[in-house]
């Protein structure tokens, strides 16, 4: 199995950002239905997986606050030992550049990879549907990054269809909070009627965020970060945040609005991808 290309290197789980997110309506289990657009990021985490003789998933380096069994790569690597009955083990390492809880889906990415490079790897052969399915029961962003191709989102974001946005360059600001996703979700004020509409009125210019009004009202860095970057461009909220963004056709104006917020905020400067570097590297083998 250690000759197998794969092994010991670097495998890339890149961001997202929500170019728009709209809630149409409630299921019976209190989950909402979204209508939503994922663009990848080429800022990413990178894992490296290493082959493990006694049949057992750990991490190198586990992240400060997240507990190992918790953590989304351990997840996913017993979530696919149980679903295909595969006795393998495996010592992840994580190189954790993706702020955590900021809306860029960190965490679902690494769980992503994590599915992806390890069926490669371990030679399952597992269709991409069956793995964005096992993704699902991770979570609810975890089926994008395997599918791994911008997308334009229905249900709960796991009804996936390919999407071309224009990959601008973007200046993406993380406010010194943490957005609890479920809190938004449970908030009384929050928009749940939104009009359904279709790709190409987003194609067309419609790109709010649904959240955007109940997360400002409760996290008030939030608020600020949106008014900073709006001085120079549209900015936009990435899922239930906290990070917000703003798009730019130009390297160098997004350099310049970066470099002007880098002494009060964090920011990230990137560039949006419709194809996922990780499949990129799958297909170089
Ligand atoms: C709304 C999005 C858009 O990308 O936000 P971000 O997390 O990226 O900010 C995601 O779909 C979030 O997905 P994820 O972060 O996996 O959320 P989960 O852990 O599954 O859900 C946390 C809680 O939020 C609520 N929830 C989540 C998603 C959804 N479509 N409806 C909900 O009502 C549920 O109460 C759930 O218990
Ligand atoms: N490998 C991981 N990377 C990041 N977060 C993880 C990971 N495993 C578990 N988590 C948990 O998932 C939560 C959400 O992480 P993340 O996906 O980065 O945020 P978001 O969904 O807002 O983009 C974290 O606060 C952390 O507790």
Redesign the pocket.
Known sequence: MESIPGWGEKWPAPA?L?LM?RITG?RAD?????Q?V?QMLDLCDWLTFYPKVDGSVSLLNPIPGVPEQDDLTVRAANLLKLHTGCNAGVCIEIEKNLPMG????GG?SDAATTLVVLNHLWGLNLPKQALMALGLQL????PVFVFGHSAWGEG??EKLQPIMPPEQWVVIIKPDCH?N??E???SEGLTRDSKVVKMSDFLAGEDRND?TQEVCRIYQPVKDAIAALSVYADARL????ACVFAQFSSKEDAETVAQSLKGEWQVFLAKGLNKSPLYKKLEQG
């Open positions: 997202k929500n997110l409630r209190g989950y909402h239905l979204l939503t994922f900021g809306g860029l889906g679902s979570g609810a962003d975890v709960v974001g957005v996703t479920k938004i979700f449970c959240c990435t899922g239930t945040g």
